[in-house]
Protein backbone atom coordinates (compact mmCIF):
# COMPACT_ATOMS: atom_id res chain seq x y z
CA UNK A 1 0.00 0.00 0.00
CA UNK A 2 3.09 2.23 0.82
CA UNK A 3 4.52 1.75 -2.20
CA UNK A 4 1.35 2.41 -4.19
CA UNK A 5 0.55 5.50 -2.34
CA UNK A 6 4.25 7.07 -3.10
CA UNK A 7 3.90 7.76 -6.13
CA UNK A 8 0.13 8.52 -6.18
CA UNK A 9 1.08 10.85 -3.66
CA UNK A 10 3.19 12.29 -5.85
CA UNK A 11 0.95 12.20 -8.74
CA UNK A 12 -2.11 14.05 -6.70
CA UNK A 13 -0.16 16.44 -5.30
CA UNK A 14 0.87 17.67 -8.47
CA UNK A 15 -2.79 18.06 -9.10
CA UNK A 16 -3.81 19.61 -6.38
CA UNK A 17 -0.96 22.07 -6.54
CA UNK A 18 -2.34 22.99 -10.14
CA UNK A 19 -5.80 23.07 -8.74
CA UNK A 20 -4.38 25.48 -6.26
CA UNK A 21 -3.31 27.15 -8.78
CA UNK A 22 -6.31 27.54 -10.80
CA UNK A 23 -9.36 27.62 -8.29
CA UNK A 24 -11.47 28.54 -11.09
CA UNK A 25 -11.21 25.38 -13.41
CA UNK A 26 -12.01 22.68 -9.92
CA UNK A 27 -14.99 25.03 -9.46
CA UNK A 28 -15.98 24.85 -13.48
CA UNK A 29 -15.49 20.86 -12.88
CA UNK A 30 -18.18 20.68 -9.94
CA UNK A 31 -20.52 22.78 -11.49
CA UNK A 32 -20.36 20.18 -14.76
CA UNK A 33 -20.29 16.72 -12.58
CA UNK A 34 -23.57 18.19 -10.86
CA UNK A 35 -25.73 18.27 -14.22
CA UNK A 36 -23.89 15.21 -15.54
CA UNK A 37 -23.90 12.63 -12.12
CA UNK A 38 -27.67 12.65 -12.31
CA UNK A 39 -27.66 11.74 -16.21
CA UNK A 40 -25.42 9.06 -15.37
CA UNK A 41 -26.76 7.61 -12.63
CA UNK A 42 -30.33 7.87 -14.16
CA UNK A 43 -28.89 5.73 -17.46
CA UNK A 44 -27.07 3.05 -14.91
CA UNK A 45 -30.17 2.67 -13.10
CA UNK A 46 -32.91 2.37 -15.84
CA UNK A 47 -31.23 -0.32 -17.65
CA UNK A 48 -31.60 -2.32 -14.35
CA UNK A 49 -34.74 -1.43 -13.55
CA UNK A 50 -36.20 -1.78 -17.02
CA UNK A 51 -34.50 -5.53 -17.02
CA UNK A 52 -35.73 -6.56 -13.47
CA UNK A 53 -39.33 -4.84 -13.96
CA UNK A 54 -40.75 -5.50 -17.67
CA UNK A 55 -38.98 -9.40 -18.77
CA UNK A 56 -41.53 -11.89 -18.28
CA UNK A 57 -40.83 -14.62 -16.37
CA UNK A 58 -41.75 -17.71 -17.68
CA UNK A 59 -42.30 -20.41 -15.01
CA UNK A 60 -40.45 -23.58 -15.35
CA UNK A 61 -42.25 -26.42 -15.79
CA UNK A 62 -41.34 -29.72 -13.53
CA UNK A 63 -44.02 -32.25 -14.58
CA UNK A 64 -48.03 -31.86 -15.18
CA UNK A 65 -51.40 -34.06 -13.75
CA UNK A 66 -53.48 -34.86 -16.54
CA UNK A 67 -57.13 -34.74 -16.19
CA UNK A 68 -59.53 -37.62 -16.56
CA UNK A 69 -60.57 -35.75 -19.97
CA UNK A 70 -57.00 -35.20 -20.72
CA UNK A 71 -56.35 -31.79 -20.04
CA UNK A 72 -53.01 -31.03 -18.36
CA UNK A 73 -51.98 -28.96 -15.54
CA UNK A 74 -48.80 -27.78 -15.39
CA UNK A 75 -46.68 -28.17 -11.91
CA UNK A 76 -44.44 -24.56 -12.17
CA UNK A 77 -43.32 -25.32 -8.49
CA UNK A 78 -41.01 -27.61 -6.80
CA UNK A 79 -44.02 -27.63 -3.71
CA UNK A 80 -47.29 -27.49 -5.48
CA UNK A 81 -50.76 -26.91 -3.60
CA UNK A 82 -53.35 -28.68 -4.85
CA UNK A 83 -56.97 -27.85 -4.16
CA UNK A 84 -60.49 -25.64 -4.90
CA UNK A 85 -59.35 -22.94 -3.54
CA UNK A 86 -58.46 -20.10 -6.25
CA UNK A 87 -55.20 -19.69 -4.21
CA UNK A 88 -54.11 -23.30 -5.02
CA UNK A 89 -51.11 -23.97 -7.56
CA UNK A 90 -53.18 -26.52 -8.64
CA UNK A 91 -56.69 -25.71 -9.09
CA UNK A 92 -59.28 -28.42 -9.55
CA UNK A 93 -62.90 -27.27 -9.28
CA UNK A 94 -64.94 -30.78 -8.09
CA UNK A 95 -67.16 -30.61 -5.13
CA UNK A 96 -65.28 -33.69 -3.98
CA UNK A 97 -62.09 -32.10 -3.16
CA UNK A 98 -60.87 -29.91 -0.69
CA UNK A 99 -59.71 -26.04 -1.04
CA UNK A 100 -56.48 -27.29 -0.21
CA UNK A 101 -56.71 -31.35 -0.29
CA UNK A 102 -52.84 -31.98 -1.32
CA UNK A 103 -49.24 -30.84 -1.64
CA UNK A 104 -47.07 -32.75 -4.34
CA UNK A 105 -43.21 -31.37 -3.45
CA UNK A 106 -40.14 -32.38 -5.19
CA UNK A 107 -36.90 -33.00 -3.57
CA UNK A 108 -33.72 -31.67 -4.19
CA UNK A 109 -32.33 -35.27 -5.68
CA UNK A 110 -36.00 -35.15 -7.98
CA UNK A 111 -38.16 -37.63 -6.33
CA UNK A 112 -41.66 -36.59 -5.75
CA UNK A 113 -43.99 -36.68 -2.57
CA UNK A 114 -47.42 -36.21 -1.92
CA UNK A 115 -49.05 -34.75 1.34
CA UNK A 116 -52.90 -35.18 2.71
CA UNK A 117 -53.54 -31.98 3.89
CA UNK A 118 -56.10 -33.53 6.09
CA UNK A 119 -58.73 -33.35 3.21
CA UNK A 120 -62.32 -34.86 3.74
CA UNK A 121 -62.00 -36.72 0.49
CA UNK A 122 -58.72 -38.10 0.98
CA UNK A 123 -56.00 -38.68 -0.92
CA UNK A 124 -54.76 -42.00 -2.86
CA UNK A 125 -51.79 -43.18 -5.23
CA UNK A 126 -52.10 -46.45 -7.30
CA UNK A 127 -54.79 -47.68 -4.83
CA UNK A 128 -53.46 -46.81 -1.74
CA UNK A 129 -54.55 -44.47 0.98
CA UNK A 130 -52.29 -42.01 1.73
CA UNK A 131 -52.15 -40.92 5.34
CA UNK A 132 -49.79 -38.40 5.74
CA UNK A 133 -47.27 -38.63 2.69
CA UNK A 134 -46.45 -41.19 -0.10
CA UNK A 135 -43.57 -41.26 -2.70
CA UNK A 136 -44.94 -40.86 -6.10
CA UNK A 137 -43.10 -40.82 -9.65
CA UNK A 138 -44.09 -39.97 -13.07
CA UNK A 139 -46.75 -42.22 -14.56
CA UNK A 140 -48.55 -42.98 -10.89
CA UNK A 141 -52.06 -42.31 -10.74
CA UNK A 142 -53.25 -39.37 -7.71
CA UNK A 143 -56.35 -40.19 -6.70
CA UNK A 144 -57.94 -36.97 -4.93
CA UNK A 145 -61.51 -36.80 -3.70
CA UNK A 146 -62.11 -39.95 -6.13
CA UNK A 147 -61.03 -37.74 -9.04
CA UNK A 148 -58.17 -39.63 -11.02
CA UNK A 149 -55.24 -38.19 -12.02
CA UNK A 150 -52.01 -39.19 -14.44
CA UNK A 151 -48.76 -37.94 -12.91
CA UNK A 152 -46.59 -37.17 -16.20
CA UNK A 153 -43.69 -35.04 -17.57
CA UNK A 154 -43.93 -32.36 -20.23
CA UNK A 155 -44.18 -33.59 -23.47
CA UNK A 156 -41.04 -32.64 -26.10
CA UNK A 157 -43.32 -29.95 -28.04
CA UNK A 158 -43.76 -28.65 -24.83
CA UNK A 159 -40.30 -28.81 -23.56
CA UNK A 160 -39.22 -27.21 -26.72
CA UNK A 161 -41.55 -24.16 -26.81
CA UNK A 162 -40.84 -23.30 -22.82
CA UNK A 163 -37.13 -23.84 -23.68
CA UNK A 164 -37.59 -21.24 -26.70
CA UNK A 165 -39.55 -18.38 -24.35
CA UNK A 166 -36.92 -18.67 -21.67
CA UNK A 167 -34.28 -18.12 -24.15
CA UNK A 168 -36.01 -15.04 -25.27
CA UNK A 169 -36.53 -13.94 -22.01
CA UNK A 170 -32.47 -13.41 -20.99
CA UNK A 171 -31.18 -10.69 -19.37
CA UNK A 172 -30.02 -7.81 -20.87
CA UNK A 173 -26.33 -7.48 -21.18
CA UNK A 174 -25.15 -5.31 -18.12
CA UNK A 175 -21.91 -4.39 -19.34
CA UNK A 176 -23.27 -1.12 -20.75
CA UNK A 177 -24.27 -0.47 -16.93
CA UNK A 178 -21.11 -1.83 -15.75
CA UNK A 179 -19.15 0.70 -18.02
CA UNK A 180 -21.34 3.48 -17.02
CA UNK A 181 -21.20 2.58 -13.07
CA UNK A 182 -17.25 2.62 -13.66
CA UNK A 183 -17.50 6.35 -15.61
CA UNK A 184 -19.70 7.05 -12.51
CA UNK A 185 -17.53 6.45 -10.12
CA UNK A 186 -14.24 7.80 -11.66
CA UNK A 187 -16.24 11.14 -11.71
CA UNK A 188 -16.82 10.80 -8.53
CA UNK A 189 -13.35 10.25 -7.49
CA UNK A 190 -12.25 13.07 -9.28
CA UNK A 191 -15.04 15.46 -7.69
CA UNK A 192 -13.70 14.22 -4.27
CA UNK A 193 -10.15 14.90 -4.80
CA UNK A 194 -10.94 18.13 -6.00
CA UNK A 195 -13.07 18.83 -2.61
CA UNK A 196 -11.15 17.09 0.15
CA UNK A 197 -7.66 18.62 -1.45
CA UNK A 198 -3.82 16.41 -1.58
CA UNK A 199 -4.22 15.10 1.93
CA UNK A 200 -7.45 12.91 1.86
CA UNK A 201 -6.55 12.11 -2.51
CA UNK A 202 -4.48 9.06 -2.02
CA UNK A 203 -6.95 7.10 -0.04
CA UNK A 204 -9.74 8.31 -1.97
CA UNK A 205 -8.26 7.49 -5.08
CA UNK A 206 -7.02 3.88 -3.87
CA UNK A 207 -10.78 3.03 -1.88
CA UNK A 208 -12.44 3.99 -5.56
CA UNK A 209 -9.90 2.20 -7.76
CA UNK A 210 -10.51 -1.18 -5.18
CA UNK A 211 -13.87 -0.90 -5.72
CA UNK A 212 -13.98 -0.63 -9.25
CA UNK A 213 -11.43 -3.39 -9.62
CA UNK A 214 -13.34 -5.62 -7.22
CA UNK A 215 -16.89 -4.78 -9.00
CA UNK A 216 -15.15 -6.01 -12.62
CA UNK A 217 -13.73 -8.76 -11.31
CA UNK A 218 -16.62 -10.19 -9.83
CA UNK A 219 -18.59 -9.45 -13.71
CA UNK A 220 -15.75 -10.95 -15.70
CA UNK A 221 -15.72 -13.98 -12.99
CA UNK A 222 -18.95 -15.12 -13.34
CA UNK A 223 -19.50 -14.13 -16.68
CA UNK A 224 -17.02 -16.83 -17.28
CA UNK A 225 -18.87 -19.46 -15.34
CA UNK A 226 -21.74 -18.15 -18.11
CA UNK A 227 -23.34 -16.43 -15.75
CA UNK A 228 -25.92 -13.45 -17.24
CA UNK A 229 -28.30 -10.95 -15.41
CA UNK A 230 -26.46 -8.60 -13.07
CA UNK A 231 -29.31 -5.73 -12.23
CA UNK A 232 -29.29 -6.38 -8.50
CA UNK A 233 -25.35 -6.53 -8.52
CA UNK A 234 -25.35 -3.01 -10.35
CA UNK A 235 -27.98 -1.65 -8.28
CA UNK A 236 -25.57 -2.83 -4.96
CA UNK A 237 -22.66 -1.47 -6.71
CA UNK A 238 -23.83 2.27 -7.27
CA UNK A 239 -25.39 2.53 -3.94
CA UNK A 240 -21.97 1.00 -2.53
CA UNK A 241 -20.34 3.63 -4.35
CA UNK A 242 -22.71 6.38 -2.63
CA UNK A 243 -21.54 5.02 0.89
CA UNK A 244 -17.82 5.30 -0.10
CA UNK A 245 -18.39 9.17 -1.62
CA UNK A 246 -20.29 9.62 2.04
CA UNK A 247 -17.43 8.15 3.97
CA UNK A 248 -15.18 10.11 1.82
CA UNK A 249 -16.53 13.25 2.77
CA UNK A 250 -17.53 12.73 6.92
CA UNK A 251 -14.63 10.13 7.73
CA UNK A 252 -12.02 10.17 4.93
CA UNK A 253 -10.07 7.95 7.53
CA UNK A 254 -12.84 4.95 7.26
CA UNK A 255 -12.24 4.43 3.62
CA UNK A 256 -10.22 1.43 4.02
CA UNK A 257 -13.17 0.16 6.71
CA UNK A 258 -15.28 0.72 4.44
CA UNK A 259 -14.10 -1.08 0.86
CA UNK A 260 -13.29 -3.99 3.70
CA UNK A 261 -16.77 -4.09 4.52
CA UNK A 262 -17.88 -3.90 0.41
CA UNK A 263 -15.13 -6.91 -0.06
CA UNK A 264 -16.89 -8.59 2.71
CA UNK A 265 -20.00 -8.34 2.13
CA UNK A 266 -19.75 -9.45 -1.63
CA UNK A 267 -18.14 -12.57 -0.16
CA UNK A 268 -21.36 -12.93 2.31
CA UNK A 269 -23.57 -12.59 -0.73
CA UNK A 270 -21.54 -15.19 -3.13
CA UNK A 271 -21.32 -17.78 0.04
CA UNK A 272 -25.03 -17.68 0.99
CA UNK A 273 -26.28 -17.31 -2.62
CA UNK A 274 -24.17 -20.90 -3.32
CA UNK A 275 -25.15 -22.57 -0.15
CA UNK A 276 -29.10 -21.64 -0.90
CA UNK A 277 -28.78 -23.91 -3.73
CA UNK A 278 -29.29 -27.30 -1.45
CA UNK A 279 -32.34 -26.79 -0.02
CA UNK A 280 -31.82 -29.96 1.57
CA UNK A 281 -28.34 -28.32 3.27
CA UNK A 282 -30.57 -24.87 3.93
CA UNK A 283 -32.80 -27.19 6.27
CA UNK A 284 -30.62 -28.77 8.35
CA UNK A 285 -28.98 -25.56 9.65
CA UNK A 286 -32.26 -23.68 9.85
CA UNK A 287 -32.69 -24.28 13.51
CA UNK A 288 -28.76 -23.55 14.05
CA UNK A 289 -29.30 -20.08 12.24
CA UNK A 290 -31.93 -19.72 14.88
CA UNK A 291 -29.77 -20.02 17.38
CA UNK A 292 -27.51 -17.50 15.52
CA UNK A 293 -29.03 -14.83 15.46
CA UNK A 294 -30.58 -15.30 19.43
CA UNK A 295 -26.42 -15.75 20.36
CA UNK A 296 -25.61 -12.52 18.24
CA UNK A 297 -28.18 -10.74 20.46
CA UNK A 298 -27.57 -11.99 23.68
CA UNK A 299 -23.42 -11.35 23.14
CA UNK A 300 -24.50 -7.67 22.17
CA UNK A 301 -26.49 -7.53 25.10
CA UNK A 302 -23.74 -8.48 27.84
CA UNK A 303 -20.73 -6.80 26.14
CA UNK A 304 -21.99 -4.15 24.36
CA UNK A 305 -21.50 -0.80 24.73
CA UNK A 306 -24.21 2.03 24.79
CA UNK A 307 -24.12 4.37 21.37
CA UNK A 308 -26.74 6.88 21.24
CA UNK A 309 -28.72 5.32 24.10
CA UNK A 310 -28.86 1.93 22.50
CA UNK A 311 -26.26 -0.89 23.55
CA UNK A 312 -25.46 -2.34 19.87
CA UNK A 313 -22.15 -2.25 19.33
CA UNK A 314 -18.95 -4.52 20.14
CA UNK A 315 -15.81 -2.69 20.00
CA UNK A 316 -12.90 -5.14 20.02
CA UNK A 317 -9.49 -3.22 19.69
CA UNK A 318 -9.98 0.03 17.57
CA UNK A 319 -12.97 -1.65 15.41
CA UNK A 320 -16.65 -1.63 15.90
CA UNK A 321 -19.00 -4.28 15.47
CA UNK A 322 -22.98 -4.75 15.60
CA UNK A 323 -24.26 -7.93 15.66
CA UNK A 324 -27.77 -7.13 15.16
CA UNK A 325 -27.25 -6.83 11.82
CA UNK A 326 -25.67 -9.88 10.81
CA UNK A 327 -28.62 -11.49 13.03
CA UNK A 328 -31.13 -9.88 10.23
CA UNK A 329 -29.41 -12.48 8.00
CA UNK A 330 -29.42 -15.52 10.24
CA UNK A 331 -33.39 -14.12 11.35
CA UNK A 332 -35.08 -14.64 7.80
CA UNK A 333 -32.99 -17.82 6.95
CA UNK A 334 -34.73 -19.51 10.33
CA UNK A 335 -37.48 -17.90 9.82
CA UNK A 336 -38.27 -19.27 6.02
CA UNK A 337 -39.34 -22.61 5.33
CA UNK A 338 -40.08 -25.28 2.75
CA UNK A 339 -43.88 -26.01 1.90
CA UNK A 340 -43.96 -29.76 4.13
CA UNK A 341 -42.38 -27.52 6.73
CA UNK A 342 -45.66 -25.26 6.90
CA UNK A 343 -47.81 -28.21 7.14
CA UNK A 344 -46.80 -28.88 10.97
CA UNK A 345 -48.45 -25.62 12.92
CA UNK A 346 -45.36 -26.58 15.54
CA UNK A 347 -42.93 -24.71 13.11
CA UNK A 348 -44.81 -21.29 13.31
CA UNK A 349 -44.82 -21.67 17.03
CA UNK A 350 -41.19 -22.51 17.70
CA UNK A 351 -40.88 -19.45 15.27
CA UNK A 352 -43.39 -16.63 17.55
CA UNK A 353 -41.24 -17.88 20.17
CA UNK A 354 -37.69 -16.95 18.49
CA UNK A 355 -39.10 -13.68 17.58
CA UNK A 356 -40.62 -13.04 20.78
CA UNK A 357 -36.89 -13.71 22.14
CA UNK A 358 -34.95 -11.55 19.50
CA UNK A 359 -37.27 -8.97 19.85
CA UNK A 360 -37.64 -9.06 23.62
CA UNK A 361 -33.41 -8.85 23.70
CA UNK A 362 -33.31 -5.74 21.81
CA UNK A 363 -36.00 -4.43 24.01
CA UNK A 364 -33.65 -4.92 26.64
CA UNK A 365 -31.10 -3.08 24.51
CA UNK A 366 -32.81 0.04 23.92
CA UNK A 367 -32.66 -0.95 20.15
CA UNK A 368 -36.16 0.00 19.34
CA UNK A 369 -35.15 0.57 15.22
CA UNK A 370 -33.67 -2.89 14.95
CA UNK A 371 -36.67 -4.33 17.17
CA UNK A 372 -39.51 -2.52 15.17
CA UNK A 373 -37.59 -3.79 11.41
CA UNK A 374 -37.48 -7.56 13.54
CA UNK A 375 -41.22 -7.14 13.72
CA UNK A 376 -42.23 -5.88 10.55
CA UNK A 377 -40.15 -8.53 8.96
CA UNK A 378 -41.76 -11.16 11.46
CA UNK A 379 -45.28 -9.86 10.18
CA UNK A 380 -44.62 -10.77 6.49
CA UNK A 381 -43.03 -14.37 7.22
CA UNK A 382 -45.92 -15.05 9.52
CA UNK A 383 -48.76 -14.45 6.63
CA UNK A 384 -46.74 -15.82 4.32
CA UNK A 385 -46.61 -18.86 6.29
CA UNK A 386 -50.07 -19.10 7.97
CA UNK A 387 -52.17 -16.51 5.76
CA UNK A 388 -54.11 -16.01 8.88
CA UNK A 389 -55.05 -12.42 9.95
CA UNK A 390 -56.98 -13.30 12.84
CA UNK A 391 -53.49 -14.52 14.63
CA UNK A 392 -51.38 -11.84 13.07
CA UNK A 393 -54.23 -9.17 14.76
CA UNK A 394 -53.69 -10.47 18.09
CA UNK A 395 -50.14 -11.10 17.55
CA UNK A 396 -50.00 -7.05 16.10
CA UNK A 397 -52.11 -6.26 19.74
CA UNK A 398 -49.69 -8.14 21.78
CA UNK A 399 -46.67 -6.28 20.10
CA UNK A 400 -48.79 -2.69 21.23
CA UNK A 401 -48.78 -3.67 24.86
CA UNK A 402 -45.60 -5.38 24.52
CA UNK A 403 -44.09 -1.58 22.86
CA UNK A 404 -46.02 0.32 25.53
CA UNK A 405 -44.24 -1.64 28.55
CA UNK A 406 -40.94 -1.22 26.93
CA UNK A 407 -41.29 2.10 26.54
CA UNK A 408 -42.64 2.55 30.09
CA UNK A 409 -39.18 1.61 31.96
CA UNK A 410 -36.64 2.69 28.82
CA UNK A 411 -37.65 6.89 29.00
CA UNK A 412 -35.15 7.11 26.10
CA UNK A 413 -37.56 5.85 23.89
CA UNK A 414 -39.67 7.88 24.79
CA UNK A 415 -38.25 10.87 24.28
CA UNK A 416 -37.33 10.18 20.30
CA UNK A 417 -41.38 10.00 19.94
CA UNK A 418 -41.40 13.19 22.24
CA UNK A 419 -40.02 15.16 19.76
CA UNK A 420 -41.29 13.51 16.21
CA UNK A 421 -43.15 16.11 14.80
CA UNK A 422 -41.76 18.80 17.15
CA UNK A 423 -37.98 19.33 16.00
CA UNK A 424 -38.30 22.70 15.02
CA UNK A 425 -39.60 23.45 18.34
CA UNK A 426 -36.75 21.65 19.91
CA UNK A 427 -33.96 22.50 17.46
CA UNK A 428 -31.09 23.42 19.86
CA UNK A 429 -31.90 20.40 21.75
CA UNK A 430 -33.78 16.91 20.66
CA UNK A 431 -34.55 17.98 17.63
CA UNK A 432 -30.89 19.22 16.22
CA UNK A 433 -29.91 16.27 14.05
CA UNK A 434 -33.31 16.55 11.92
CA UNK A 435 -33.14 20.20 11.93
CA UNK A 436 -29.87 19.99 10.45
CA UNK A 437 -30.70 17.20 8.20
CA UNK A 438 -33.44 18.78 6.50
CA UNK A 439 -31.78 22.73 6.40
CA UNK A 440 -28.40 20.49 4.77
CA UNK A 441 -31.41 18.66 2.40
CA UNK A 442 -32.57 22.08 1.24
CA UNK A 443 -29.66 23.85 0.71
CA UNK A 444 -28.48 20.43 -1.62
CA UNK A 445 -31.42 21.29 -4.23
CA UNK A 446 -32.14 19.00 -7.03
CA UNK A 447 -28.49 18.92 -8.31
CA UNK A 448 -25.88 19.05 -4.85
CA UNK A 449 -23.81 21.03 -3.70
CA UNK A 450 -20.81 18.64 -5.58
CA UNK A 451 -19.54 15.70 -3.30
CA UNK A 452 -17.63 16.62 -0.09
CA UNK A 453 -18.87 20.18 -0.15
CA UNK A 454 -21.33 19.89 2.11
CA UNK A 455 -21.45 20.50 6.11
CA UNK A 456 -24.05 18.07 7.18
CA UNK A 457 -20.78 15.75 7.75
CA UNK A 458 -20.17 17.51 10.97
CA UNK A 459 -23.74 16.84 12.64
CA UNK A 460 -22.87 13.46 14.74
CA UNK A 461 -24.47 10.44 13.20
CA UNK A 462 -24.58 12.16 9.78
CA UNK A 463 -22.75 9.17 7.61
CA UNK A 464 -25.34 6.74 9.38
CA UNK A 465 -28.82 7.96 10.54
CA UNK A 466 -28.86 11.18 8.82
CA UNK A 467 -27.17 9.82 5.25
CA UNK A 468 -30.21 10.82 3.37
CA UNK A 469 -29.68 14.43 4.52
CA UNK A 470 -25.85 14.04 3.57
CA UNK A 471 -27.10 12.45 -0.27
CA UNK A 472 -29.53 15.02 -0.59
CA UNK A 473 -26.86 17.94 0.35
CA UNK A 474 -24.14 16.81 -1.67
CA UNK A 475 -25.63 14.47 -4.37
CA UNK A 476 -28.82 16.51 -4.73
CA UNK A 477 -32.63 15.35 -4.24
CA UNK A 478 -32.52 13.34 -7.97
CA UNK A 479 -29.84 10.80 -7.05
CA UNK A 480 -31.48 10.93 -3.47
CA UNK A 481 -34.68 9.60 -4.73
CA UNK A 482 -33.00 7.29 -7.41
CA UNK A 483 -31.28 5.88 -4.77
CA UNK A 484 -34.41 5.35 -2.49
CA UNK A 485 -35.88 4.14 -5.83
CA UNK A 486 -33.24 1.56 -6.29
CA UNK A 487 -34.07 -0.36 -3.05
CA UNK A 488 -37.88 -0.09 -3.92
CA UNK A 489 -36.87 -1.61 -7.12
CA UNK A 490 -35.43 -4.75 -5.43
CA UNK A 491 -38.61 -5.21 -3.42
CA UNK A 492 -40.85 -5.11 -6.67
CA UNK A 493 -38.03 -7.85 -8.05
CA UNK A 494 -38.97 -10.30 -5.22
CA UNK A 495 -42.79 -10.07 -5.38
CA UNK A 496 -42.45 -10.37 -8.89
CA UNK A 497 -40.33 -13.46 -8.75
CA UNK A 498 -42.21 -15.17 -6.22
CA UNK A 499 -44.52 -16.41 -8.83
CA UNK A 500 -42.15 -18.67 -10.46
CA UNK A 501 -39.87 -19.49 -7.62
CA UNK A 502 -39.14 -22.79 -7.33
CA UNK A 503 -39.53 -23.59 -3.69
CA UNK A 504 -41.00 -21.44 -0.51
CA UNK A 505 -38.10 -20.83 1.22
CA UNK A 506 -37.01 -18.88 -1.64
CA UNK A 507 -40.06 -16.92 -1.99
CA UNK A 508 -40.49 -16.43 1.85
CA UNK A 509 -36.81 -15.73 1.80
CA UNK A 510 -36.79 -12.77 -1.09
CA UNK A 511 -39.85 -11.42 0.67
CA UNK A 512 -39.09 -10.62 4.00
CA UNK A 513 -35.44 -9.46 2.46
CA UNK A 514 -37.37 -6.91 0.21
CA UNK A 515 -39.36 -5.91 2.97
CA UNK A 516 -36.71 -5.45 5.43
CA UNK A 517 -34.82 -3.14 2.89
CA UNK A 518 -37.95 -1.30 2.11
CA UNK A 519 -38.92 -0.54 6.05
CA UNK A 520 -35.41 0.48 7.01
CA UNK A 521 -35.06 2.61 4.31
CA UNK A 522 -38.55 4.21 5.49
CA UNK A 523 -37.31 4.58 8.70
CA UNK A 524 -34.10 5.98 7.75
CA UNK A 525 -35.15 8.26 5.45
CA UNK A 526 -38.11 9.51 7.37
CA UNK A 527 -36.48 9.37 10.62
CA UNK A 528 -33.61 12.03 9.50
CA UNK A 529 -36.99 14.59 7.99
CA UNK A 530 -38.87 13.96 11.30
CA UNK A 531 -42.04 12.49 9.52
CA UNK A 532 -40.98 9.38 11.50
CA UNK A 533 -39.34 9.15 15.09
CA UNK A 534 -35.68 8.95 14.51
CA UNK A 535 -35.07 5.60 15.32
CA UNK A 536 -31.24 5.11 14.61
CA UNK A 537 -31.12 2.69 11.80
CA UNK A 538 -28.75 2.83 8.51
CA UNK A 539 -30.12 3.20 4.89
CA UNK A 540 -28.66 0.01 3.23
CA UNK A 541 -25.75 0.05 1.37
CA UNK A 542 -25.15 3.57 1.73
CA UNK A 543 -24.47 4.55 5.44
CA UNK A 544 -21.18 4.21 6.57
CA UNK A 545 -20.90 1.02 8.89
CA UNK A 546 -19.24 -2.44 8.16
CA UNK A 547 -21.44 -4.70 10.04
CA UNK A 548 -24.38 -2.88 7.99
CA UNK A 549 -22.62 -3.39 4.92
CA UNK A 550 -22.74 -6.96 5.35
CA UNK A 551 -25.88 -7.19 6.03
CA UNK A 552 -27.25 -5.73 3.32
CA UNK A 553 -25.19 -7.32 0.83
CA UNK A 554 -26.38 -10.31 2.23
CA UNK A 555 -30.35 -9.66 2.27
CA UNK A 556 -29.28 -9.46 -1.50
CA UNK A 557 -28.27 -12.70 -1.72
CA UNK A 558 -32.02 -14.11 -0.79
CA UNK A 559 -33.25 -11.70 -3.71
CA UNK A 560 -30.81 -13.21 -6.28
CA UNK A 561 -31.88 -16.64 -5.01
CA UNK A 562 -34.97 -16.64 -6.33
CA UNK A 563 -34.39 -15.35 -9.35
CA UNK A 564 -34.90 -18.13 -12.23
CA UNK A 565 -34.37 -16.80 -15.24
CA UNK A 566 -32.40 -19.07 -17.47
CA UNK A 567 -28.34 -18.67 -15.73
CA UNK A 568 -29.19 -15.31 -14.28
CA UNK A 569 -29.39 -16.70 -10.43
CA UNK A 570 -25.43 -17.85 -9.53
CA UNK A 571 -27.76 -19.42 -6.47
CA UNK A 572 -30.22 -21.77 -8.92
CA UNK A 573 -28.57 -24.87 -9.54
CA UNK A 574 -30.10 -25.96 -12.79
CA UNK A 575 -31.34 -29.29 -11.58
CA UNK A 576 -32.08 -32.44 -13.49
CA UNK A 577 -35.73 -32.03 -14.13
CA UNK A 578 -36.38 -32.87 -17.96
CA UNK A 579 -33.94 -36.12 -17.13
CA UNK A 580 -36.50 -38.52 -17.74
CA UNK A 581 -35.61 -41.88 -16.80
CA UNK A 582 -36.10 -44.65 -20.13
CA UNK A 583 -38.38 -46.32 -17.33
CA UNK A 584 -40.44 -43.27 -16.21
CA UNK A 585 -40.72 -42.73 -20.02
CA UNK A 586 -42.15 -46.38 -20.91
CA UNK A 587 -44.55 -45.67 -18.20
CA UNK A 588 -45.58 -42.31 -19.17
CA UNK A 589 -46.35 -43.20 -22.51
CA UNK A 590 -49.94 -42.34 -23.91
CA UNK A 591 -51.65 -45.47 -23.63
CA UNK A 592 -55.90 -46.26 -24.06
CA UNK A 593 -56.84 -46.44 -21.10
CA UNK A 594 -54.66 -44.58 -18.43
CA UNK A 595 -56.98 -44.95 -15.51
CA UNK A 596 -57.67 -48.41 -16.29
CA UNK A 597 -56.83 -51.97 -16.00
CA UNK A 598 -53.83 -52.13 -17.94
CA UNK A 599 -52.36 -49.21 -15.91
CA UNK A 600 -52.74 -51.15 -13.12
CA UNK A 601 -50.66 -54.20 -14.73
CA UNK A 602 -48.02 -51.96 -15.47
CA UNK A 603 -47.66 -51.33 -11.57
CA UNK A 604 -48.12 -54.87 -10.13
CA UNK A 605 -45.05 -55.82 -12.72
CA UNK A 606 -43.08 -53.19 -11.73
Not at 28 to 47: G, H, M, Q
Not at 437 to 442: D, K, L, V
Not at 510 to 536: E, K, R, Y
Amino acid sequence: METLSAPLQTLLSGITAFLSAHPLVGSWYTAFVRFLFPVVAFLILFRAFRSLLRVPHTPEIWGQLSLPNGTPLQLTHWENIIGRGKTADVFLNYPSISRQHAALCRGEDGQWTVYDLGSKGGTVVNGHKVRDSAPVKLGDTITLGGVPLLFLPQTVAEREELEEKRRAERPVSSLPSFLGLTVFQVLACLQLVVACGAEEAPQIVLAFLGLTILMWLYFVALRCTRCVGFELETIAFFLSTLSLSVTASSAPGSLFKQFLAIFLGLGVFLVLGLFLRDLARVQKIRWLMAAGAIGLLGITLVLGSAKYGAVNWISIGGLSFQPSEIAKICYIFAGSATLERLFRKRNLTLFIVLTGVCIGLLGLMSDFGTAAIFFVTFLVIAYLRSGDWATLSLICGGAVFGAGIIVKFKPYILSRFATWGHAWEAASTTGYQQTRTMSAAASGGLLGMGAGNGWLHNVAAADTDLVFGMICEEWGLLIAVMAVGAIIALAFFAVRTIRVGRSSFYTIAACAAGSLLVFQTCLNVFGSVDLLPLTGVTFPFVSNGGSAMMSAWGLLAYLKATDTRENASFAIRRGPQRQITAEARRRAEPIDDPFGQEEEADHEED
